[in-house]
């Protein structure tokens, strides 16, 4: 893909809403401290069975969501979890990017995720399990994802376009890119990428789990060491609560008063391995990679700060930083979010954005937790504490199953 | 039951929907819509009312009824005949 606008596609806001705190103040000194969330989830619906036979599976829950003011109770109240969580995050978003000041028609909304909402359909489905003839007539509407578009385009008066994009673990950042896609064409002036909170049931969770892919058998009693991103001892991804908005515009459409940018995007890629499986592919992450830079025009020696997918998966850590290094991406920083967050799926790629750009803006960079032993001790890795580090390009990958890979490189926006 | 315990299930019902109801003292000639019921809230209460009463009936035959009087009258009459 070429791009001749490269120098002109920044990003304006930013809202996020995870285990460790709501709001970009929170979740970026959370982030700094290393302040995790891990636990047995409590969240009803997330585990099964009664003691001893009862699962246990571990993750970072949302303690309790803030509600703005302006945010109508009549549409929280009929609002699933996963809704709510978008609806209190792109507040955030909306605000920081002064969206108000925008015609309605020019804006567009792209919600990242498929299937984001299991827990609440298993919960209205054990609910009514022997009375479904009075199952409510809401559930019609609400049990699509595509009820959060409503949601959020009712809420904020969105009057673009509003529509759901699926590509698993990816599909957060799959949701940036199409966001690109849609101001870089012309269709809106701004357009809002939101990773989706993606709300597991037990049922996912224990699928997950048998298919090798969610931790942890190792850890089961000390959840606080459970999730290990790149480390030896890792055995799985933990899930994290999480979800995240970004707002992307052209420069040269920014018609109201100066908004400050987050970082310019300059490049990105998207690609399949042409693999329906879990299994991650290098050859697949390497392309996405090079592409990205090649659109980016830069070379692999200027990023110096990597946002990988990182979930403490047994094969997808390794192969992940085999790409790196294939890419000749040895050198630059590079730290693992999820360790602090635990796995997001939907919502990762546009929550890593953020970690990304917080870092950027704060010029220091999280640390990894867990990180006692890393795969490859040879990388650059941030690990038990911060450390000052002035981002100027930066590069993020997400990774899903079914095979699909995508990269973003972001330029700090006075480079 | 009589048409005022069946009035009195839909007006539970609506404020269990409508919280900002909890405190409206609720008329017979009063139609849901004018109390901020949109159609989804609507069909959630009159389904919520059918399970109450333990009837099964389409929504499609209460379609008639113009505020919640009218309402709690075609669902006594339906309880009669059930």
Redesign the interface.
Known sequence: MQNCNQAELLITGIGVTSAIGQGKTAFSSALMAGQHAFGVMQRPGRQYGTPPGASAFLGAEIPALIYPESLS??LL??ASFSAQAALVTLHEAWEDAKLAALEPERIGLVVGGSNFQQRELVQCHESYRD?A??????YG?TFMDSDVCGLCSEQFGIRGFAYTTGGASASGQLAILQAIQAVQSGQVDACIAMGALMDLSYWECQSLRSLGAMGSDRYANEPAQACRPFDRRRDGFIFGESCGVVVIERAASMMRPAVPSYARLTGWAVGMDGNRNADPSCAGEIRVIQKALQQARISAQAIDYINPHGTGSIIGDETELSAIRHCGLAHAHINASKSILGHGLSAAGTVEVIATLLQMQASRLHPSLNLDDPIEPSLNWVRERAVAHRINNALTLSIGFGGINTALCLQHDAE | MNKDDVFNIIANHSREIIPALAAHPFQWSDQLAELGANSMDRADIIMMTLESLALRIPLTALANAKNIGELADLLHAKLQSS
């Open positions: 109770k009549a109240r009929t009375r003839c009075f199952v409510r007539p809401s509407l």
